[in-house]
């Protein structure tokens, strides 16, 4: 098939979920990724991207409904869908539809890619976070603005905006006064809530000059509105967090995911801990709890920011230490085992390297977290080719409205 006779429209009857927010379809042998659809609706597909035609698989978006599923809602963000941001992608999901479709695509990539069957597909659920239900969950924000000054959030795969603010994720009312502000062009801009109800905003922008050449390339942070550090409260413990680093962008994600890791820890007094990808140190802090003071926790993150928010919080923890490095070097220099490491890698997941790091130290019990469900999906492949078995694994619904999941599996050797 030549490019011209590509067709630009298509009618298809969706199958099942794929990781990435589309479902599968078939067209004439060919895979055809639909988003914005459900399995089992016939729907027209407006295909997308610049693929060849003699590709195995096209993409496309559901542009008209023609026989929906029973699981199809009017969408629950305004600003979201085909020609709208990027923000929501499941929007269109009754929530428990969307919570079966997270599960379903975790099981299947955890078989297909890491070799470990969870359980069957049809009776895989991720379970809710908290009681937040599937709007204004989230905290944390991040807008880019257009060159001539708006704020908004990007279309999906694109550098175009979308200027209206009202996403479904966040609390009502949290960004209505930027969308009429205007901002400098090419900026973005950070908004936080933190566990008080404070909004904090920063705008960073990458400086074009400056009296040194050093300064060149650098970003500066200018804060509008609040602080520059917004007060995150966890289990009883405080963290001053900048609102340009990372946090959980789930309200109730840091005390659920804590609580998890916790119970499958089983540290006692006197053990030793590895908290890896720690972050501003939340796991750190729980693990420190079990072992005492004749015990020991190495956490250990590349930011700056974050460790510093670490050592402030947990400064009064005697057995935490707090390691601003690779964890792959932090790894090949450890000369004690730990009883546990808990891993908290970012999406692309922690990888074989680290793994062997980690098998080869003799680590016998490891709590890995995942937030993209194929890397997960391997890394787990990879504890099991080195002797490690799932004892436990959960799927999580962090991030309503969207495609994406957090798991969370505790290993044994």
Not at 155 to 170: F, I, K, N, P, T
Request: charged fraction near 25%; charge should be neutral.
């Amino acid at each position: 098939m030549s490019a011209a006779d590509r067709p630009t429209e298509l009618t298809l009857t969706t199958g099942p979920p794929a990781n990435g927010g589309s479902c599968v379809a078939r067209h004439d042998g060919r895979v055809v990724f639909v988003r914005h659809a459900l399995p089992g609706e016939t729907v027209r597909v407006r295909l997308t991207g610049g693929a060849a035609p003699t590709t195995s698989y096209w993409t496309g978006d559901a542009v008209e409904i023609l026989e929906p599923s029973p699981g199809r809602v009017e969408s629950l963000c305004p600003i979201a869908g085909v020609d709208g941001a990027g923000c929501c992608d499941l929007a269109f999901a009754e929530p428990v539809t969307a919570r079966r479709l997270k599960g379903a695509v975790v099981a299947n990539q955890l078989e297909r890619l890491g070799g470990y069957r969870w359980r069957d597909e049809s009776e895989a659920i991720a379970e809710p976070v908290g009681d937040a239900g599937p709007a204004g969950w989230r905290t944390r924000v991040r807008l880019a603005t257009s060159e001539d000054g708006q704020a908004g959030f990007h279309r999906y795969h694109s550098d175009e905006l979308v200027h209206r603010l009202d996403c479904a994720q966040l609390p009502d009312g949290l960004l209505a006064d930027l969308a009429h502000e205007r901002w400098p062009g090419g900026a973005q801009i950070h908004v936080a809530v933190d566990s008080d109800g404070a909004r904090h905003v920063a705008v960073s922008q990458r400086r074009e000059g400056g009296r040194r050449g050093s300064d060149r390339g650098r970003t500066a942070t200018r804060v509008v509105d609040g602080a520059y550090e917004a007060v995150q409260r966890v289990a009883g413990r405080t963290w001053q967090i900048p609102v340009t680093a990372f946090w959980q962008a789930h309200r109730d994600a840091p005390d659920c995911y804590s609580t998890v890791v916790g119970r499958w820890a089983q540290l006692s007094a006197g053990m030793t801990a590895w908290d890896l990808y720690g972050g501003a140190g939340i796991f750190a802090a729980t693990m420190a709890a079990a072992v005492g003071d004749t015990g020991r926790v190495l956490t250990v993150d590349t930011s700056r920011a974050s460790a510093r928010a670490a050592r402030e919080a947990l400064a009064d923890l005697g057995a935490v230490t707090v390691l601003t490095d690779s964890v792959r070097r932090a790894l090949t220099a450890q000369r004690q085992r730990a009883d546990v490491a808990v891993l908290d890698p970012p999406r692309t997941g922690a990888g074989r390297e680290v793994i062997d790091l980690l098998a080869a130290a003799g680590v016998p019990r490891i709590i890995h977290i995942g937030c993209e469900a194929a890397s997960f999906a391997r890394d787990i492949g990879l504890y099991l080719a080195r002797g490690y078995r799932v004892e436990d694994l959960r799927v999580f619904d962090s991030f309503p409205l969207t495609h994406h999941v957090e798991c969370i599996a505790v290993l044994q050797r």
